[in-house]
């Protein structure tokens, strides 16, 4: 052991707005309608939350024609293409769009810029759910920059007529060492109004960045496909943590890792449920590391309007807060 066994744990953390106002959305749909409701890929990138919901009778599928016709489905947090709301429409579903409004706000920033004639130069990882359903905004126009390498050798037809996006849940560092590598290229790069990152993610990375360097271990809570969890992970390598772990839940924690440790720092991801943390901090507390201290970088305190299809659904059911007895995003 390096020092005396503590607990840093990271504000903010866990559920954001946008994830907040998606599970509900779900949630208000089965109070309304009853199982089963259908949700076009997972809700939100989270095991615990989409085992729970299916539990309750959603059934999640990969695509809009697994829906049977005239049924109810909802759109993930991640958002769709115009193709998607297309075949919805052509198969009479009944639909509830849950896109979190930041990414909404970025597939409006791709319409406009195509409208004027623009490249779109979107960074993201290829294959991620958002990057998809920005791409299908102005599939003509967009060109996904996923590596330096991309950045290095995507085609445009005029430099002085380009533009980058984001994806939202990549980290800050990332985007703009991309950003940056465009611009050598393309000296008229243009910009979005205002940064695509989410806040939820930014607040995130910046605590994590905050409790970094007096870590010896920092284990993030959080699923393998969610992208900005990953990212918390890198984050907290490259801010100096001494070793860093993403788990889904606390039985995912390898004693080995706690072996010499001294300091260890928590986070989570914007998809995950406080009571999945709260079981990360108990099975640390039952192997010794009973001081726990919150590193506060950002207070959260909105949260998003449902979406207007499920205004008249009564209260859900709450997912457990944070810390502090406020609701993330709230």
Known sequence: MTGPRRVL?????GFCAGVDR???????????HGPPVYVRKEIVHNRHVVDTLRQRGVIFVEETSEVPEGALVV?????????????AKARDLRTIDATCPLVTKVHR????????????????????????????EAPEHVRLVDTAED?????????????????????????????????RRFPELHSPPSDDICYATQNRQVAVKAMAPECDLVLVVGSANSSNSRRLVEVALQAGARSAYLVDHAGEIDPGWLAGAGTVGVSSGA????????GVLDHLAAAGWTDVSEVTTAEE??????????????????????????????
């Open 9 to 13: 744990l990271a504000s903010p953390r």
């Open 22 to 32: 998606a599970v509900e959305t779900v949630e208000r749909a089965l109070a309304e």
């Open 75 to 87: 759109f993930s947090a991640h958002g769709v293409s115009p193709a998607v709301h297309e075949e």
């Open 109 to 136: 920033e791709a319409r406009r810029y195509a409208e004027q004639d623009y490249d779109i130069l979107l960074i993201g990882h290829e294959g991620h759910e958002e990057v998809e359903g920005t791409q299908g």
């Open 151 to 183: 950045a290095e050798t995507v085609p445009v037809r005029d430099p002085s007529r380009v533009v980058w996006l984001s994806q939202t849940t990549l980290s800050v560092d990332e985007t703009m060492e991309r950003v940056e590598q465009l611009r």
């Open 271 to 278: 998809s995950v449920p406080e009571i999945l943390v709260r």
């Open 301 to 330: 305190t909105f949260r998003f309007a449902l979406p207007r299809e499920s205004d008249a659904v009564g209260e859900a059911t709450r997912w457990a807060p944070q810390a502090r007895g406020r609701r993330p995003g709230s």
